[in-house]
């Protein structure tokens, strides 16, 4: 039994609400905690690499929907 491909468009979608998700409350997420300004700096940085990152990884699930396709 084969999995379609379009199956892939539902992670991918739900990556992608993550990623904005991440991407809009990085801020707020850091400053969430009593941490010194150095750290939350770090800790929105981090939040900000994996948003981007769930962003990036739904781009690859489309592109491999759109090569299986062909």
Do not use: H
């Amino acid at each position: 039994m084969t999995i379609s491909a379009l199956y892939l468009l539902i992670p991918a979608a739900l990556l992608v609400l993550v990623g904005i998700w991440g991407w809009r409350n990085a801020d707020a997420l850091a400053s969430s905690l009593p941490l010194d300004e150095r750290t939350q700096e770090k800790r929105r940085r981090v939040y900000l690499r994996g948003a981007a990152t769930c962003l990036l990884v739904a781009v690859a699930f489309v592109v491999l929907v759109i090569v299986s396709f062909r």
